[in-house]
C-alpha cells in the first residue's frame, strides 16, 4: 500500500471494542485477587503477580507489536493478538492452581498488547496528529469505561460464582472483538518496514526516542498512569482489611473508574478549544490536587471509604484529561513508526506499572502513609515530564 492509496476509515466503535478488551481482562480479576489467594493458598506477593506479571507482559508485548505492525501490517498482528488473549481467557478459567493462572494471565496480555497498541496506532494512521487527539480521547475512555465495569462487575460476579467465572467474561469480550475486527477493519498501513532485522528494529527505536519531545510525553503519561496503578495494587487488600469484601471495592471504585471516564469525555471536548500541552498542565495539575488531598487524609490518619476513593477520583479525573493528549503526542513525534512509537510508550508505561505494583505490597505493612506519598508523587513527575517534553519540542522547531 502507498502512501497516496485512500484508507477507508474503520468506526472509532470498533477502535474502542479493541481498546476495551484487555484493560477489561486485567480489572476484572483486581477484587478477587484475595478471594483468589486464599482459595488456592498463595501468599499475597504470589497472587499480587497475577496482576503484575500481566502488566509487565503487556509492556513486553507492545514492545514487540509495534515494530511487527509496522512490518507485516496492523490486521494480522491485531487478529493474532486477539487469538492469544481468548486462549490465555480460557486457560485462566480452568485453572487448578497458581502457576496455571498465571500462565493464562500472560497469554491473555501478550494477545492484549496488540490490540491496545493497534488502537491507539490506526487512529493516527487515518487521522493523522490534527485529528487523532479527540478521537484518541473515544479511546482513552473506552479503557475508562471498561475499568469502570470491570471492577464491580467482577467482584460481584467473585461473590456470586467464584473468581474463576470471571475469566469467561474475558474470554467473550475477546471473541467479541476478533469476530467485528475480522469483518470490519481494513489494512490501514499505507508504507510497512522492509525487514524485522535487531539491528533495524533497534534503529527504529533509537529515531523514536531522538524525536523531539518523545520521551518527554511518554514518560508525563508514564507517571500520572503509574499513581493509578499503585492505588489498585494496594486498594483491594485496604478495603479487605477495613472489612469489605470485593463487591464492596467493586462498588466504591466506580467513583475512581467514573471519574477517569468523566475526565477523558471532557478532553474530547475541549481539543477544539485548547491546546494538547494545556489539557496536559490542566490535567495533570488536577491529579495532583487530588494525590495531596489523600495524602492529607493519610498523615491525619482518617481513614475510611470516603477519604481513600474520592481523592483518588481526583486524581484519575485529571488523568482522564491529560493522557490522550500526551498519549498523541508522544506517538506524533514519530510519524514514519508511528506503530513502534506507540509499543515502546505502552512498553515504558507498563514496565513501570508492573514493577511499582508488585513492590507496593511491601509497604501495606507500614499502613496507606507510604502508599499516599507514592501516589503524590506520580503528578509531580508528570508535570516535570511534560516541562521537558514541551521545551524539547519547541526547541526543535526553533531549530529547523
Request: overall charge positive.
Amino acid at each position: 500500500m502507498t502512501a497516496n492509496t485512500p484508507v477507508s476509515a474503520p468506526s472509532i466503535g470498533l477502535m474502542t471494542l479493541i481498546a476495551m478488551a484487555s484493560p477489561l481482562a486485567l480489572n476484572l480479576f483486581v477484587p478477587a485477587m484475595p478471594d483468589a489467594a486464599r482459595d488456592l493458598q498463595a501468599d499475597i506477593g504470589i497472587i499480587q503477580l497475577s496482576f503484575t506479571a500481566y502488566l509487565f507482559t503487556l509492556a513486553f508485548g507492545q514492545l514487540l507489536s509495534g515494530p511487527l505492525a509496522d512490518h507485516f501490517g496492523r490486521r494480522p498482528v491485531l487478529l493474532g493478538g486477539l487469538v492469544l488473549h481468548i486462549l490465555g481467557s480460557l486457560l485462566a478459567a480452568f485453572a487448578p492452581d497458581v502457576a496455571l493462572l498465571i500462565t493464562g494471565r500472560v497469554l491473555q496480555a501478550l494477545g492484549g498488547s496488540a490490540a491496545m497498541v493497534l488502537a491507539r496506532t490506526i487512529i493516527i494512521d487515518i487521522y493523522g496528529r490534527a485529528g487523532a487527539a479527540s478521537r484518541m480521547g473515544y479511546v482513552v475512555m473506552a479503557i475508562a469505561t471498561a475499568q469502570a465495569i470491570a471492577p464491580t462487575l467482577g467482584g460481584y460476579l467473585n461473590v456470586l460464582a467464584g473468581w474463576q467465572s470471571i475469566f469467561f467474561v474475558s474470554l467473550g469480550m475477546g471473541a467479541v472483538a476478533l469476530i467485528v475486527t475480522l469483518l470490519q477493519l481494513p489494512e490501514t498501513c499505507r508504507d510497512k518496514t522492509d525487514n524485522l532485522k535487531l539491528g533495524t528494529v533497534i534503529d527504529r527505536y533509537a529515531g523514536v526516542f531522538n524525536s523531539g519531545g518523545y520521551l518527554g510525553y511518554a514518560l508525563s503519561t508514564t507517571f500520572i498512569a503509574t499513581a493509578f496503578y499503585i492505588f489498585v495494587g494496594t486498594a483491594p487488600y485496604i478495603v479487605d482489611h477495613l472489612g469489605g469484601n470485593s463487591a464492596l471495592f467493586g462498588t466504591w471504585f466506580l467513583s475512581v473508574s467514573l471519574a477517569f471516564m468523566s475526565g477523558s469525555f471532557l478532553s474530547t471536548r475541549l481539543a477544539r478549544y485548547a491546546s494538547t500541552d494545556q489539557l496536559m498542565l490542566l490535567g495533570n495539575a488536577l491529579s495532583l490536587t487530588g494525590a495531596l488531598a489523600l495524602l492529607g487524609f493519610a498523615i491525619g490518619e482518617e481513614l475510611s471509604y470516603v477519604t481513600l476513593f474520592l481523592p483518588m477520583a481526583l486524581v484519575t479525573f485529571g488523568r482522564g484529561l491529560s493522557q490522550p493528549n500526551a498519549q498523541s503526542a508522544a506517538i506524533s513525534c514519530s510519524p514514519t513508526s508511528a506503530a513502534t512509537a506507540s509499543g515502546l510508550m505502552g512498553f515504558i508505561q507498563l514496565l513501570t506499572g508492573s514493577v511499582i505494583a508488585q513492590l507496593m505490597p511491601l509497604l501495606l505493612g507500614k499502613g496507606v502513609l507510604p502508599i499516599a506519598v507514592c501516589i503524590c508523587l506520580a503528578p509531580l513527575a508528570a508535570l516535570a515530564a511534560h516541562y521537558f517534553a514541551h521545551t524539547r519540542r519547541y526547541r526543535v522547531k526553533a531549530e529547523a
